[in-house]
């Protein structure tokens, strides 16, 4: 695949992976506006616009509050810090993930556990958790991998069981819920990503917690800003993690549309669902749950071949995520090895995100039907 990636970047594509130019020029002069507004307050740390959108984002989530940090991976590292979790601590999470929610679990200097997926879902198996728990289990991480809510009636059955905490990782899912309920609302603490490529971006690094509790609330808005409680006093060290008010201005723009665009993802889930589920594996939706499509990931024959005629006609398509976890070599001393995860194995060789972007056009989008429907007639055509 690289061989093609070097020599086309996105921009010469005709249906580019993402369109981040597109997005922010309808929204060009508004941000800019509250932008200036910034320059001329010059309240650039936790200034006006930080609390604003802390408080538009816990009235999205209905939780009691939000709390802006610097990323979503420090939004899990400091949900991990306020629950006291460190070294000699395990913590339950997926290995076919985003790195960064493995790292900030290695981080705190707790011991990352990993559980295997759903066939179907993507998304951690809530029957192998349970084999996975020792004594020193504090934590459970479930990741809403490609926006769709994980089995979040399980998980929460078995933690409660055992007495664990529910951190989300709803990194790719701002939005996405069960039966109306939002997705980073289950567990004790729902941890956000605000990065460019997430469904609602800054335009920079950026991330966001809620919780209902007020005891971590306080602990992660010191922890956030160097432990101070307040001006002068630190009650324990902390961090630099703060949301710039520079990103929250533009954030406070751009969520207003969040529910519009995660809709417009939606819909071009559907019109792939209905015009290639007989060629490749599409992603289903259950009844009672809103899936709001960061990546909409098909499972395909001979994907590597597809990847390269897609790229051939002008289609980017990625795969999330080309190596597991437990086989980077960052997780060299977690004694993980090949064959530990089948399912995360198997869909790694299978995998292809394809363009799913409020942005596209329908005729991108034919386009990108009409392509795979090609590749595999041909390769039907060929074989006969
Ligand atoms: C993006 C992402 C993160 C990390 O968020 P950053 O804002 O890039 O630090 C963590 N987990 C998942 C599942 C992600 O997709």
Known sequence: MGKFDKSL???SMVVPYVNLIGQHKALKAEILKAV????DRADFIMGKAVVQFEEAFARYCSTQYAIGVNSGTDALFLSLKALDIGPGDEV????NSFIATVSAIVATGARPVLVDVEEDSFNIAPSLIEGAMTPQTKAIIPVHLTGKPANMKEIVKIAAHHGVHIIEDAAQ?????HRGQRVGTFGILGCFSLHPLKNLSACGDGGVIVTNSEKLYERIHALRKCGLKNRDESPEFGYNSRLDT????ILNVKFQHIDAWNQ??????HYYRENLGDVVMVPQEHEDETAVYHTYVIRAQSRDELKAFLQMQGIETKIHYPIPIHLQEAAGGLGYKVGDFPVTERHTDEILSLPIYPELTAEQMDKVVRAIRNFYQSRISRSL
């Open 36 to 39: 200036e507004d910034v320059l």
């Open 9 to 11: 970047n996105s921009l």
């Open 173 to 177: 899912a701002i939005g996405a819920a």
């Open 92 to 95: 339950i999470t997926v290995p």
């Open 264 to 269: 417009k993802r939606r819909e071009n889930a």
């Open 246 to 249: 520079m990103q929250a201005t």
